[in-house]
């Protein structure tokens, strides 16, 4: 890990922040933020990224992830217990490098909110996907099924394999 952070001329702090963003903040953004802090770890990068989530609006203000999306990550290795909900704040489009929105609503959304002259780039979380790139956005799974769940988890997984390729391949110098 420390040749990794060398090699990206990176020191022990972390270098980059991410935002994961959905409507409450209760089941996709913070299966993403859970998804993507593992696969950093995993990468070598936990402590050069940091992940967050929120949501475009306050239904759900300090709520756990709903119990369904917990239950689903958890059968996957991810926990989802200790996140609460929040609203994403102006501040955030200046302390986040990136917003990553799991659907249009969202990413339209975050446009249309963001301060003049901020920092953040806003994006798709799914325009990272390395196979599902036919997919655009993760579906909402909360009217849905179980298997409404589990897709959630296979097109963020994807897309969080994918957003971390990025950034081992220059994608962390080329943030900031």
Known sequence: ???LRKLLGL???AQLRVLMVCSGNIC???TAEAVLRAKLEGAGLGGVVEVDSAGTHGFHIKEPPDPRAQQHARRRGY???SLRSRSVTDRDFEAFDWMLAMDQGHLDWL???APAGARARLALLMEHALQRRDQREVPDPYYGSPQSFELV???VE???DGF???LRNGGLRDSH
């Open 164 to 166: 971390v390729r990025h």
């Open 28 to 30: 996709r953004s913070p």
């Open 1 to 3: 890990m420390k040749r």
């Open 79 to 81: 926990d989802l217990s």
């Open 158 to 160: 994807d897309a969080c």
């Open 153 to 155: 988890l296979d097109l």
């Open 111 to 113: 446009q249309e909110a």
């Open 11 to 13: 020191g022990g702090e």
